[in-house]
């Protein structure tokens, strides 16, 4: 050892995560933490009625490797064929296997610079070549991007709306007007996640024949499940069938399967939490301002509040909530990277947070 | 439509499942099956205990990427280091990172013909080159799948010990002999997914610091967790370091994890569900002989029953089988393909087995 007989490519790749998880940072820390604000999950849960759609799973059955009751029921809710619908491992699954059908050595694709690493993770590992589009004002910049997909011939353009790490969002009558520009060969890859806690009319109202553009969902913000490792797209039936040739189709997980369909089942527990989300953006709102600090208006489950100096003074202010038990994140990419990001809490968490603020941003300015 | 700008290597790839899953099967038929003994689960269940975790497990939060305390018990039982433990979504996620790791076109790998199918799903996803060897004696062959190795310059060789389809093994002994002949730069990916219900004796006492093999571990068999997706490889630290190129890092259910963890510290449970696979093997072998057929000796929670003719023959006993509620199903190369495969069901499900066999023979012999 340790000749691994790697390809190339991946004996080039690092041995990278693209988060450390609250766990890790838990244990070298030696403490757990008080509230846990920096995933984007949702502390206020799921429906009642997903844990017990999970226990009555018969978690010794392989999954249905077709997803068909979640599929059909996906396709009810949306009123659209089961056909334009792939259910797998969350985003993050479903986006490894879409760039794995696309995106090879010498593709090349666009994203925003700062927005989901996840994403750039898996171009990296199939070989393809990342470019990159500023924010304009802390939005991304549909236009933009499409305009550095022409030309770099990119095969996968991606846009978060509602974005992640910002929190800001496009009016979908704004990204239908933006598509006009997508270059002929470009696939959109739509990643909405958050849209379920933002404004109406946020998703662009598609044709889901289009095969310019691939959305894609998931029951792990709104819905309370990210441990549960659900997401789905939606799109032309010829992309969707795609998936087949690539997934674990035994991939997911059985209780899962059952869950997201209650969770789907059971809006009137959505529009509660989206009740709760909407309190905690306000009270966050508030906290940054007590603080002498500016919210950024969010479309999402989070909130990036600018700390209004560099990323190196936000990173010390991060550093100072996580040190007092509140885990958050910040943006990775100057200049959004003067924010930090508190992912929606319950009042007793931004209670934690508001008492913890004010100290981290004195640590922070040295005093 | 449809021009997808696909890989060439995806854009070559048929949309396939390995397997039809048995839901599909009963949509088709519409008729839920009588005994699910098809897909080598446990319907003996996991420990209680496992229900109990999972719904504790918070679903809300995202899993730990680091699968920490899962991989740290794992350690603790095989009495390892947890550096040589890498945690993924079932053996068939393993496979896949492992294939992408190793094998690319021009790559080959050699395993037995009528082997696991989903291992060369995977190496033709990645764009590798199939070797096969045939089984000896209904019987996985190593000395000769080693010698295709060296042959064919093979990165990885499949041997599941004990075997699927056939449940036959090897002793552990032989294997490590037999390792003697394992080319120098082929790993041996030793897919011990039954391995709990087989003798003492069939695991090779293996220096976990070989370089040469990778064992592939599984909570979907014997703990009775197949829908929960959880395998666990054993290796050398360096190749074990190398998942962590490629995983979907928050890939892992939390609840699964939660799951896992809580089934291995049920080693109780453990053998009182060995206790009755060993009556289901019995008693599987009883109902062959009452009506005339042999079944083949097993070291997993299934059976192969020998049918007597050939795979046309077999395949019209399965489909009696089916057409009365048994869901089952059969090795997919000559000669193996003249027996059909029953996993280890309860009492109740064997009577129902017992009841259908001589029926479905019946019909299969032209009434």
């Not at 996840?118 to 470019?131: I, K, R, S």
Request: charged fraction near 20%; include cysteine.
């Amino acid at each position: 050892m340790t000749d691994l007989r790697l390809t190339p490519l991946a004996a080039s790749l690092p041995s990278t995560v693209p988060f450390v998880g609250p766990e890790a940072q838990e244990r070298a820390r030696q403490a757990t933490f008080d509230a846990r604000l920096g995933a984007n999950e949702s502390v206020f849960g799921p429906s009642p009625r997903v844990a017990e759609a999970m226990a009555r799973s018969s978690i010794w059955k392989y999954g249905d490797p077709e997803n068909h009751d979640l599929r059909h029921a996906l396709a009810a809710h949306h009123d659209i064929d089961a056909a334009h619908i792939m259910v797998g491992e969350g985003i993050d699954g479903l986006l490894g296997y879409l760039v794995r059908l696309f995106v090879g050595p010498g593709d090349h694709v666009v994203t925003s610079l700062g927005a989901y690493p996840t994403f750039n993770y898996h171009v990296a590992g199939y070989g393809g070549t990342v470019h990159t589009v500023p924010y304009a004002d802390d939005h991304e910049d549909p236009e933009t991007l499409f305009a550095r997909a022409a030309e770099t011939n990119a095969k996968l353009v991606y846009l978060a709306n509602p974005d992640n790490p910002m929190g800001t969002w496009h009016d979908g009558s704004a990204l239908t007007q933006a598509l006009r520009t997508l270059p002929s060969g470009s696939v959109l890859v739509l990643d909405e996640a958050y849209i379920d806690c933002a404004p109406a009319g946020t998703a662009p109202a598609l044709d889901p024949h289009d095969p310019r553009v691939i959305r894609m969902r998931t029951f792990s913000k709104a819905y309370g499940l990210a441990g549960a490792r659900v997401g789905y797209a939606i799109g032309h039936p010829a992309l969707i069938d795609a998936f087949n040739k690539v997934r674990n189709h035994f991939g997911m997980n059985r209780a899962a399967q059952a869950g997201a369909l209650a969770a789907l089942q059971d809006q009137d527990h959505l529009a509660h939490v989206l009740a709760q989300i909407d309190d905690a953006r306000a009270r966050i709102t508030r906290i940054a301002a007590d603080n002498g600090l500016t919210a950024i208006p969010s479309a999402t489950n989070f909130v990036a509040i600018d700390c209004g100096r560099d990323g190196a003074f936000a990173k010390s202010v991060l550093d100072g909530l996580i040190a007092r038990g509140i885990f958050v994140r910040m943006p990775f990419a100057a200049p959004q990277n003067r924010c930090i990001r508190i992912s929606c809490g319950t009042p007793r968490n931004l209670d934690a947070l508001a008492r913890a603020l004010p100290r981290a941003l004195k640590a922070a300015r040295g005093g």
